[in-house]
């Protein structure tokens, strides 16, 4: 009974809309921890699906699914206080398409069909634009319009990615589901070109969701424009949906042994976001715009792990999981700075020690985090990848890779000490910071550094098993 | 090695409770230091016994469940750590005093705090056993140690000081991950043991990536750039820290890579051997032209590192040569020189804080005559300047002793090895002189004379912490410098856990050097008492009169026609040229009734400027001209997505 | 024994040769000139009188006569005289020298800059400079014989057959060591061309304009220090220009003190015809003593094969 | 070979497509629009895969929504918006009629390399597939104006349905349902944010969509 898990948020968003703010708040939170619930038991009793053809319990899946579950609840328990702070008029909508979001990402997660999995990132692009258009001002109307129309465009590819398998399929004379389980039994005897063609569009379309340069464009206006929980969300878990997809098709290529092939087009890819990420973030004057580069610059670091292979896969999965918690805790620290200030632009901004000392310990730590400080887990992440990319003896990659983050670790930094410690511009209001709107992040940062050296079995074991299915190891 | 976590825990804790008994001031601060400094003192002496008995630990931890923290205790990581755990003591103890009235009750308590996760992460990175182990505490010890660099982050200089440090120790261990990749994608594993398996041309890559690395933490010339912003910035026992034992840990991991990795090719003996002499010389060059104290101290720390290096080069050219007491003395020469400099460098930079203390200056051309004021400080001052310009009886000619002699082996050769013990030895030397010029003019301008500004009439030194840690440490200096024996033992326990693949040792000769050490100490004390003897039997019964100093005939002398910093070092400067650029900014003097004129002139950093001309501003300029691609416009974008695929499945 | 009774005997004659030096240049001048005792009579005149001390000064100043006398005399414990062995001596010994010699000079600029005086500062920058050069250029002839001799020790160099053995060994090469320790010569003890110790400008002073506030013992303890450091250089002169040894102690000495009171006249001689440098040439003065041995001993690398 | 039906359908979908290059004009677009719907839902009837019960009642689904649904949206969210008919082209008319030429002979040159007769024997099909899904990325491209772009996007979808309706191995009907059910929710939300921008800019003109950059 797989299903309930995506369901259960389903309905509670729709009755979220026919609902007085207060109770939509408690349901909200609710949802969420009957989702972290559930998803807990799935974990321990991976059972079977009704439709087992189309949903399934898989690694991959369950990762994501713990992560999003997980930021999630934490992200709701802010929310509510966070709305509390500032009155939306059309609070319900986004209580209500927060839930739809949370269930079609969920869905993501579980699908197990070549076109149910499309289907389903489709539909998060649905859920979440409403999100993006909750404060209906003229910049995030046209942020919801190039999120939508772009990502539309962008999934349309995959679309058309995945016919184009069916098609190898057709070319090659067989006939058989089109389940990923089924397909990597069948993959080596696919047609390989249009294994390669459906390969390079799916990647494309995924890709664009993911947020990989050139097809990142959308993704800055929309991080920027949306409130914070959404940002957060955007960035923490539906950046991971897309790269789940790009990973189940990355598993048929490994399947069918174009591992190489599929490899080498995810390092460039990586490289070239990472480098879109340095580009902005060097001289970026809004520290939310900041945050959804450094989300560009991680996705594109996840890549080049995986296109790796090897550690490098599991560097990548490790910081996939890191990401999305530090970052999230990042950007709901955003929404308690843009309460605070007022403002987005980073030299409006100053003096946060003092100011919301809170909130500085919880930004700066995931600051440090984002560029690769231990305590945190991204660091062990990126050690991996690097090793694995010497190890793979790709070392122009490796260097360009290092350069690079280099120079955004330079940039980032930059900004973050202006927020924290030069004097603040402007004498706004002192902000109070509630335990509410500063536990959730401490919360994410210390899951980040307790998973940095320590692991429960049953999670590494799952790793493993999901990068095995890549071809991914531990040499 | 259950000691030793034990006693980096105790350290940790301090850290922890400072933090948590925010609330009444003192009770945090003096938590803090005695149990930092308890816990240091326990390390101090653990890891003494365990260089003395030559003791080795392992103790291995399970890491993500298929890897593990490894830490090993030998005689390299032993040293080392007595040294940190020595100055984290002393500066523990200084701290005390120095920091009542600093800041807030919170500031005082995360100082506290990094300041023990300081101490801990860098015994820890001596004692690392594996990349894993030793990366994160690495990056703990720079992520630590930029916190304290920017405690006092209100002066827009300490901000710009904590943001290059932050840059530049990122860069850095960027380098060591290239060069720990490099060597885990030989070996494939992250242990260090099968690195000495791997062919030349890697090991020396590895060598150099890590090299590089290591040199911008410990301040190798063209990569110490951040060295003179972040020691200044620093409240002063952590300049004392930093300077004293943090930059050694990049010293450390140079020693420890090049064991790891058994080179045996001189290439990489001539790269450490240039490159320290380079340091040394440029940087006691800057360190003269400098009038910030604690700026001055920084550029000397540089020489130093230097010093350690030229010490190290030639131990590294005597294992390439096969001439095992070179290589010997080189390497102990080298060891020494980390402990004596931790000793008298951080006695300098805590003499230096009890003047920032008082005066509230760190320009030495605002002081002066404090001397008389402070008797302790000056004293504990005039006798650390005395060793760090390695002269005899004091614990810096002691190492600088053992390195002539590796040179003087080195010269005996032929080829390679006769140049670079040729360029050691006058390198030495020249370096020897200038030290001597940098700080008797620390000394003569600061110190002596007449103060020059208000700021340095009548301070007193109060802070008993302060004075006693100070003293202390001029006393170890002595004690070295007379009796360097078990040092040098200590040290020779470190080269000898090196496992150079040479013949063992020679240890006969070291004993015999280091009595002579002594005796000749012996034989400058006696004549100098009985030089003092003979004075003072001169002086008996005689009238001493006081008088003003001795105008040579102009009769109105007043404190500003003292000479200054800038004028006592101009002439030796210009002998550097464009190496050390010196800015001049002095209107001239014209018409009858002239304006009143000034003269200001500074000592810019070559490296700093070419470092902006040649790496940051080009960076800077492609990252611009890569801004067009994001122009907000969705037909541009809809079509990289076009592009993108058009591209990809030409690939196909 | 007889090693101390000769270190005595050179404390005690180091200020008489100084003397001839004066004498000489007074021959140039055409006078007459003071007594060759005179020296003497100064010494004792000084260690009679009491003193005055500026109120600037501190217990540094009072350090600086004492650690540069003392210096000096141990140095010359270390000097191996007319080719009997020093009264100390270890490997490495030299080293210490020359770094006893920089603890001398430490405390003589501090004792300067310790009265606040503009003209004492300027000496002590100038004292602080040229020595730099110096040591540089002493280690160069230090591997010099350390390429010969394979030691660094005096007494190897300068004691018993050493000196002989280094002509055999590299004759030609030694004749510039001699003119580049000359030179160090000069400049170590402030001489002219390096520094005029009998200018009545302060302006000019190197190592006079340093001692300017110094009076009484305290001064004769500064005087008799830079006698012997004299006397150290020229005697290794002198050991180098005759380094035979004619088997009977006494001609040795005799022979010795001979050839050392013609170094100073040597010294005397250059005082009387050569004026002194500007200040910024004096660099290059002493960069050709450095050059001078670097080729001796790029030299020696022909002959030691 | 004889005439086909199919083949039929598809040149007159070309032609269509052809138009839609030349229209000025939205309401035409959405005619084109409607009529490339219709064929396209019309083409599996023929295909002659398995044609049991289900297949025929999706078939007159997908007709409906793609042909009937979809286009009226549009047309509707055009009437509340009520905006000027004229499309402002980046690329002009008669230039995008030559751009459609000659990327409907390309499309027709390279699915004639591709040999995929073993898949489908008609032969303008994949011609077909491929220049909607060109014309569609020409729109989104080369319109200005928002609707356009949006009717852009549903040829796109089009194509590819055309594209995958035609092999044998295919989704279940529900799972195709599905992808067409996110179409239909897609063009929704395009609508009302095209409503929006129209109540914000009264314009629908893209050219106020770009202050967000860098």
Redesign the interface.
Known sequence: MVEIVFLAPLIAGFLVFFMPKSLGRQLLVGTGAVHLLLSLILWQTKPSALLG??FAVTPEGMLSLLVISLLFFLISIYTVSYLKESNLQSETMFTGFMLLFLSTMTMVTLSD????L??AI??T??AS??LI?TYRS??S??????Y???C???I??A??GS?FI??S???A????A?SFSALTQVAEKMDP?WL??GF??I??GY??KMGLA??H??L??AH??APSPASALLSGVLLNCAYLGIFKINKIMHAAGLAD?SGT?LMVFGLMSI??A???I???NEYKRMLAYSSIENMGIIAFGTGIGGIGIYGAVICMIHHSLIKSSLFLSSGNILLGYGNRLIENTGDM?KRM?KTFVAFFSGF?GI?G???LGI??G??FI??G?????HYLF??IF?FT???I??GF??QV?KM????SSEQAGEFKEKASMVWPQYILLLTSLVLC???P?TL?QTIVDAVTAIGGG?? | MSQFFLAVITILCGGLFSLVLTGNKTLSRSIGVILISAGSLWGLLSSATSLMTGGEGVAAFS????FEFVFRMDGLSAFFLMAIFLVCLVAAIYSYHYMDGHGSA?GTAANYFFFSVLAASMALVVTAGN??SF??SW??M??SSFFLV?YN??SEES?KA??MY??FS??GV?FL??G???M??VT?T?GFDAAGAMPEGIKLAVFILTFIGFGSKAGVFPFHVWLPHAHPAAPSHISAVMSGCMIKTGIYGIFRVYTLLGLTTPAAGYLVLIAGIVSGILGVAYALGQNDIKRMLAYSSIENIGIILIGTGVGMTGVATGNSLMAALGFAGGMLHVLNHAVFKSLLFMGAGMVLHKTGTRSIDALGGLLKSMKITGTAFIVGSLAISGLPPFNGFVSEFFIYLGSFNGVGLSGGALVAGLCAIVSLAVIGGLALACFTKIIGIAFQGEPRTDAAVDKNEKGATMLLSMVALALACAVIGIFPAAFLNMALMAVGSLGLNMADIPLAPFGELTSNITFGAFIFLVLFILVAGIRALAYRGKPLAKSGTWGCGFTQPTVKMQYTGASYSGSILELFGPAVPVAEDHPPIQGRFPEKTYYKSQVNDVAEEQMNRRVVNP??FF??R??W??HGD?HL??G??L???VL??F?? | MESILLWLAAILIAPFFSALILKVKAFFGGKKGPPLLINYYTLIKLFKKGSVYSNSTTFVFKLGPIVSCCTALTVLLFLPIAGFDPVFSFKGDVILVLYLLGLGRFFTIAAAMDTASPFEGMGAAREAYFPILCEAAMFMILIFFYRITGMVQLSAFFAGAGTAGLWQAAGAPLIFIVIALFIILLTENSRVPVDDPATHLELTMIHEVMVLDHSGPDFALIELGSFCKLFFYSAIISRLAFPFDTGIAGYNLGIFALVTGCVYLVVGVTESVIARYRMDKVPQFVLTSFALAFFATIITMEFIK | MILHPVDTLLSLVLLSILFSYGAGRVPILIKLLAFQGIVVSLVPLFTGHDMEGGSTVFTIITLAIRGIIIPLSIHLAIKKVAIQRELSAIVGYKASIICGLVLIVAATAISSHLN?A??SNFRLLFPAAISL?VTG?FL?MARRN?IA??IG?IM??NG?YL??ST??????HI??F??L??VL??VM??AI?LQ??KQ??DDVD?A?????K?
């Open positions: 053809e189309y069909h070549l076109m149910v499309w289907i489709e539909a692009t649905l634009a409403p258009y003229s910049a109307l046209e942020a919801t319009w190039k939508v129309i772009i539309s465009v962008g349309a590819m679309l058309l016919v069916t098609l399929m057709d070319v004379g067989l006939d058989s089109l070109l390669k063609v390079v569009f990647l494309v890709g664009t050139p097809m464009t959308w800055p206006d920027s424009e092939f087009i480098l879109a340095a580009t902005f060097l001289k970026q020690v000392p440090a560029a400080f231990p305590p660091f062990i990126e050690l690097i090793v990319a010497f190890r793979a003896g490796a260097g290092i983050l280099c120079v670790f330079a930094a930059n000490m924290s410690f030069n004097s050296f320590f692991m079995d590494y531990l040499k | 890491f993500l469940n298929v919170l990349m894993i990366l994160i990056e703990i720079s992520l920017i982050y209100q901000r904590g943001f932050f840059v990122h860069v960027v991950f290239a720990f990749g490099l885990y994608g494939g992250f960076v800077l990252f611009d890569l801004r691609i994001q969705t974008y809809i990289y997505i592009l993108a695929i990809l499945l690939f196909v | 995929l073993a898949v899904l990325m989104l928002a772009m949006v996007y796109m979808e590819i594209m995958g092999f044998s191995v295919r989704a279940r799972v195709e599905g992808i059910l996110d929710a897609g939300i395009m944010i929006n921008i914000t800019f893209t106020h969509l770009r202050t967000l860098e």
